[in-house]
């Protein structure tokens, strides 16, 4: 675990935060979709760092510090580079693996996809 | 706004919440921003992107959508398709400022010091970018 890789990792969470909400501001079908899920999703790294997205009333919100108490889904990352790899696609978040454990509503989970697919197009260049 | 101006948004965003997390990290850095002089950069891209980065008593802040009055530095890159390939680090501020892609307004000497600071983000990305 290198500092470039903390570093990136945090970088590209908030970013992913930010993008998720100015979406929402240009794409239609994005925020239709934002406006049928109620939902809160932990990222966890290396029982380091947490970053929270927030989905209420069509209105998403994101946050590093603590994690609520009725998170919906919970993404807990062994370490920086597997958060990393997951959150830039180079490793399926869905796929089985030792160093990526996912908690909460599986049937939620699904419906909550579309958001980080939807930021990849935006980031895709980037990471 | 278009997705190519959502996604230079983005990429500016990237750029300047970057600085912030190095500096909790890299003592350099967080010396160097300690040693900037008071002032602040200006940014505006396209006709719908702007945001500002702040130096004061030793440190540092930012804020997006947003303008600062009387800007030390104020930075434009006028052209989206251009400001992409700059905040991807295709093109750097020297070779776009002297095709005329990037104009600066203000004290040309604080944006020069403001380089210094920005040169951390391409190393600290690398893992980000890298396939």
């Known amino acids: ?127 | 706004m278009d997705k190519d101006g959502l996604q230079v948004k983005i990429m500016h965003y990237i750029m300047m919440k970057s600085i912030e997390e190095i500096a909790k990290i890299d003592e350099d850095l967080e010396e160097d921003i300690a040693e900037m002089k008071d002032g602040s950069i200006q940014w505006k891209i396209g006709s719908e992107i702007k945001g500002y980065q702040e130096f004061k008593d030793g440190k540092y802040s930012w804020k997006t959508d947003s303008e600062i009055e009387n800007p030390t530095v104020t930075m434009i890159l006028e052209d989206v398709a251009f400001s992409k390939k700059f905040f991807n680090s295709e093109v750097d501020a020297t070779s776009a400022y002297m095709a005329g892609q990037l104009k600066i307004e203000g004290q040309m000497k604080y944006s020069m010091a403001y380089g210094g600071i920005a040169d951390y983000i391409g190393d600290y990305l690398e893992p980000m970018r890298k396939k």
Do not use: C, H, W
């Open chain 1, 1 to 127: 675990m290198s500092e470039e890789e903390i570093v990136s990792v945090k970088v590209l969470m908030n970013a992913i935060g930010y993008a998720s909400q100015q979406i929402a501001l240009v794409d239609e079908e994005y925020k239709n979709k934002l406006n049928s899920v109620n939902a809160s999703t932990v990222y966890k790294v290396a029982d380091d760092y947490i970053f929270v997205t927030e989905i209420n009333d069509g209105k998403i919100s994101s946050y590093e510090g603590s994690s609520p108490l009725d998170a919906t889904v919970t993404i807990e990352f062994n370490d920086y580079p597997t958060a990393l790899a997951a959150m830039t696609g180079r490793i399926d978040l869905n796929a089985p693996s030792e160093k990526i454990k996912i908690t909460g509503d599986e049937v939620k989970m699904a419906e909550l996809s579309f958001i980080l697919e939807s930021v990849k197009e935006y980031i895709g260049g980037m990471a």
